[in-house]
């Protein structure tokens, strides 16, 4: 028998999976219904799937999502994945809208913590309790704020610590050493910046890229061990968040490059040229294969943490099966997760990302963990959820982007104090949270 007719009976003892996949919803009305329109699938051609990501856009991981999915259509013949999604940058507004209309139109789909929690409460996300079961694994705890209702809804796909990347080349030539306060970075950032032709530092700050500003600047007020709202009670004016924002314009004014944007950031990181990136951990992937700088993959290293609390914002980004497709596609995303989440393609799609937080008991190999080096300072940063940085506005986390972000480009520019712009972004937070807390 072929791998792709290959199947277990289910826990009843009837009809396997994969051929409730080719039969459907339809297969009970067949019998009395006088005529039929056959779907494709009964017909044996295969089910198509949309998986809508952002991880198509993304430098190593979209091959790395490539690469696993021709290895599960080698495998078998009865689904196929195709590519759907946006860039970073518009997908989680363009899911947003497609939610308000009443469907998203991914068959499955990935979000970020903020936003899965959001679709879930909106009823777009079907359980996947069974996929762990059909896959034979166990989850970690930290997956438990994927629950609705006791059952998983959501499996993580990649988690990502923010951190302190840097190329160890460039401190050796400059003759510097990790940073030990705050402070001392600054002024290592600044002894690194040789304009224009070497900067100490970058961090994303253009207006025309709100979402990735806003996801990466969140980190900056937890280098102060602060948070932007508790509760329902934004906390823009508060002074860790002010405090965070000064460091991010003092850098900005002493080493980073500005007004440029994330890609040619990342074209100038991987020729060595921006010496140290706060950032999550998965943006290492981008400069695995690099041809700009070969050596500069074997330089990169992560810093211990050298901030108060030693925290890094921690984000669970699940895959989940979308509540409002067809009964039939639903069993089909839960068959290809099933075989994504089996140890030996989960512990595979985990190293072809080169991620490091694994989402399942046994998820990572020590002897890949080992070929490392720059992940210890990740490993070694406090987590901290998305959910304790936002509080209750997780669940508008773009919202309140969209009030800070404004504010915040008023900083960078010098026509207002952070001090001043934040207490008008707290206004704007405070009548945010009457709209949407009161609705």
């Avoid at 396997?16 to 459907?24: E, I, N, P, Q, Y």
């Avoid at 430098?59 to 490539?66: E, F, S, T």
């Avoid at 026509?415 to 712009?421: F, G, I, K, L, N």
Wanted: hydrophobic share 40%; with cysteine.
């Amino acid at each position: 028998m072929s791998k792709s007719t290959k199947s277990s009976k289910n826990q009843k003892g009837g009809m396997s999976r994969r051929d409730f996949l080719k039969l459907g919803a339809t297969g009970a009305a067949a019998a009395v219904a006088p005529r039929i329109d056959f779907p494709a699938f009964i017909r044996q051609s295969p089910m198509d799937l949309n998986l809508l990501t952002w991880f198509w856009t993304e430098p190593g991981r979209g091959d790395a999502w490539r690469a696993m999915i021709a290895k599960f259509h080698e495998e078998q013949s009865d689904i196929r994945i195709n590519e759907a999604g946006y860039g970073e940058n518009d997908y989680f507004q363009q899911i947003l809208i497609q939610a308000r209309s009443g469907r998203i139109d991914g068959d499955l789909f990935t979000e970020t913590p903020d936003g899965f929690l959001r679709l879930a409460a909106a009823g777009h996300t079907a359980s996947v309790e069974d996929v762990i079961e059909r896959a034979g694994v166990t989850p970690v705890p930290a997956q438990d704020m994927l629950r609705i209702d006791g059952d998983l809804h959501g499996l993580d796909i990649v988690t990502v610590r923010f951190g302190l990347v840097y190329n160890s080349a460039l401190f050796d030539t400059a003759g510097v050493s990790e940073p030990t306060d705050l402070d001392n970075w600054v002024e290592i950032a600044t002894t690194l910046t040789e304009r224009p032709n070497q900067f100490g530092i970058y961090s994303p700050h253009l207006a025309s890229e709100p979402f990735t500003v806003w996801f990466i600047l969140q980190q900056w007020a937890v280098l102060y061990d602060g948070i932007w709202a508790e509760g329902q009670n934004p906390l823009l004016n508060s002074e860790p968040v002010i405090n965070g924002l000064k460091l991010f314009k003092t850098m900005y004014d002493n080493a980073m490059p500005q007004g440029t944007d994330v890609g040619t950031a990342n074209q100038l990181f991987a020729s060595s040229k921006i010496a140290q990136n706060m950032v999550v951990s998965a943006a290492v992937n981008q400069w695995k294969t690099n041809t700009e700088d070969p050596e500069l993959y074997n330089n990169l290293r992560s810093a211990a943490p050298f901030w108060p609390g030693n925290k890094g914002i921690t984000r669970i980004h699940p895959i989940c099966v979308n509540a409002n497709t067809e009964p039939e596609k639903q069993e089909a995303a839960k068959e290809f997760l099933s075989w994504l989440y089996k140890l030996e393609n989960y512990q595979e799609l985990l190293e072809r990302c080169l991620d490091v937080i694994p989402a399942i008991e046994g998820g990572i190999r020590p002897e890949y963990r080992e070929t490392l080096t720059w992940a210890d300072g990740y490993d070694a940063t406090e987590a901290i959820t998305v959910p304790e940085v936002l509080g209750d506005f997780v669940l508008f986390n773009d919202e309140l982007g969209q009030v800070v972000t404004p504010y915040f480009e008023e900083i960078l520019a010098g026509a207002s104090t952070v001090e001043d712009a934040m207490e008008r972004a707290q206004v704007d937070a405070v009548a945010l949270a009457e709209r949407v807390f009161s609705a």
